[in-house]
Nanobody, 118 residues
């Protein structure tokens, strides 16, 4: 059974940083492309960033390019998202999921809340 646990969220001021983690189990993590999606209050899921199975290819939505960095450690079955220069519009629940640039993936974890506010 696919199982993911997101962590690392919190409350930060605009301009701050966070590092999100996603611990995966129940599937062959190293063979799957992975991504982060988020959901702002009252809105639908929004694709944020993806990374291919080997970690050599990444993609970002335009609004986070240059501020967010996705990475993975296949030896630890863990996906990461470094969030820098955070803006209030980055506020939302962040989820990790299988797939690459899928705006509506199957959500299997509880997510981790990121709140950017002064």
């Amino acid at each position: 059974e696919v199982h993911v646990v997101e962590s690392g969220g919190g409350l930060v001021q605009p301009g701050g940083s966070l590092r999100l983690s996603c611990a995966a189990s129940g599937f062959s993590f190293r063979t799957y492309d992975m991504q982060w999606v988020r959901q702002a209050p009252g809105k639908g899921l929004e694709w944020v960033s993806s990374i291919n199975s080997g970690g050599s290819g990444t993609s970002y939505r335009d609004s986070v390019k240059g501020r967010f960095t996705i990475s993975r450690d296949n030896a630890k079955n863990t996906l990461y998202l470094q969030l820098d220069s955070l803006k209030t519009e980055d506020t939302g629940m962040y989820y990790c999921a299988q797939d690459f640039k899928n705006p509506n993936p199957k959500i299997r974890g509880r997510g981790t809340q990121v709140t950017v506010s002064s």
